[in-house]
């Protein structure tokens, strides 16, 4: 744990010289999103995983290998995710491979349909520590309709309440993840009602079509916002959060939310994504973004020899400094190390201002080389 928490606060305070002071610092990942699989058991609006099968992806001795690696180079963190990770039978042998080979922490993100209670436990006892599980709507109605499936709230709910349950025991981090589209914008009072109600943490996304598994079938329809309507919703959840402020996304993350569907790359804050994350694809591929095609793979050369290349530094580098088109992953994170998002979060707190206003004016920063081509 301490070797943890120093391993990350080295991260970060490297990654701050990086932003400040010296832009070709090479920040190694210590975090690794591993997409088990592309295919899913649900049929989100939003999402492209389950309108193709994926074919050929990695096996569970690759995994496993993929796995070894990681914790040889001293990763703290192994996310497991997808498409639905919790669709392959192997998902338990990989996760208990994973705590018995690294001193990883582990995580799962799930839309918790598998999630029996039997699964719950099976998954902490094979050693997954923090659960993100989606809900898209905070009633039925909107949250079957974004998730293509009549019945996935109810089961959801059923399955995430006995998560709850299990928290306190097992010392389990739990979050609830909305991500924001034109259709459940109505909601975002309600779902913070619900987080609060539930006391766990709620974190938004926000729709794209810019991310690999996003991309294409009119997904972009869906972050076609109107601005009065956006405006009008993130000042009510303000209202609210100032009424009752626990488990809600900070001021600063709602302004920026309000800003995304008119600019996705709001390109003066930097992207900690490629720096923080290895991704490792359902087939192998290996890149360190989201909406950057992943240029090496994990079946042709091994891990530790892709992050010290020439290419994979030059690419962290310009996603760093956002040379890409944008996509709002993890802007949460990004915000936290921000000072002038802290400054603006202080200022709310203090009750200088109530309402939504924009923080990041589209500024570019220093470009030092071309960008890539995202
Ligand atoms: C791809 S899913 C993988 C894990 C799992 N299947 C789930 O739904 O939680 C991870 C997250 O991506 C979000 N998501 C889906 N479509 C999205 C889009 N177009 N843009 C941004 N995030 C999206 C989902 O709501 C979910 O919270
Ligand atoms: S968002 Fe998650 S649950 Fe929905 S289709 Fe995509 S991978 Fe499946
Ligand atoms: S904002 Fe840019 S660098 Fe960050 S994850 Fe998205 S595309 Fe990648």
New binding site residues.
């Given amino acids: 744990m301490i070797r943890h928490t120093t391993k990350l606060a080295w991260f970060f305070s490297s990654l701050m010289v990086k932003r400040w002071m010296l832009p070709q610092l090479d920040v190694r990942p210590v975090v690794a999103e591993l997409f088990l699989t592309d295919n899913?058991n649900l049929r989100?609006i939003?999402?492209a995983?389950w309108r193709t099968e994926t074919p050929s992806e990695l096996s569970r001795q690759e995994w496993f290998d993929v796995i070894q690696q990681l914790g040889d180079l001293g990763f703290v963190k192994l996310n497991f995710?997808?498409?639905?990770a919790l669709l392959r039978p192997d998902v338990l042998d990989i996760v208990h491979y994973a705590s018995s080979h690294t001193d990883a922490r582990l995580h799962l993100?799930?839309?918790a349909i598998l999630l029996t209670p039997k699964m719950s436990q099976e998954l902490i006892d094979a050693g997954i520590r923090s659960f993100?599980v989606?809900f898209?709507g905070a009633t039925p109605g909107m949250h079957d309709h974004i998730r293509g499936q009549r019945g996935a709230f109810e089961l959801t709910m059923e399955h995430f309440r006995e998560l709850v349950r299990l928290r306190d025991k097992y010392h389990l981090q739990l979050r609830m993840?909305f991500?924001v589209l034109r259709k459940n914008l109505c909601e975002l009072v309600d779902i913070a009602k619900l987080a609060q109600e539930l006391r766990v943490r709620l974190f938004f996304?926000?729709?794209?079509?810019h991310?690999f598994?996003?991309r294409g079938y009119n997904?972009v329809s869906l972050g076609n916002v109107d601005d009065g309507n956006l405006d009008a919703e993130l000042n009510r959840l303000l209202e609210w959060k100032r009424k009752k402020p626990k488990f809600l996304p900070r001021y600063s993350v709602l302004c920026y939310i309000g800003d995304h569907f008119k600019d996705q790359l709001q390109k003066d804050l930097p992207c900690t994504e490629a720096n923080l994350k290895l991704m490792v694809h359902s087939q192998g591929q290996v890149g360190g973004c989201w909406a950057h095609d992943p240029p090496f793979s994990v079946r042709e050369e091994p891990i530790a020899r892709i992050i010290a290349s020439e290419k994979f530094r030059r690419i962290q580098t310009d996603l760093f400094f956002k040379r890409c088109r944008g996509c709002g992953s993890n802007h949460s994170l990004n915000l936290k190390l921000e000072p002038r998002a802290l400054m603006y979060d202080a200022l709310w707190e203090a009750g200088l201002f109530n309402k939504r206003r924009r923080i990041f004016a589209e500024r570019n920063l220093p470009v030092r080389r071309a960008g890539v081509g995202v």
């Fill in positions: 899913c989100c939003s999402c995983c995710t997808g498409g639905e993100n799930t839309n993100n989606s898209d993840c991500t996304n926000v729709v794209t079509d991310t598994l996003f997904i």
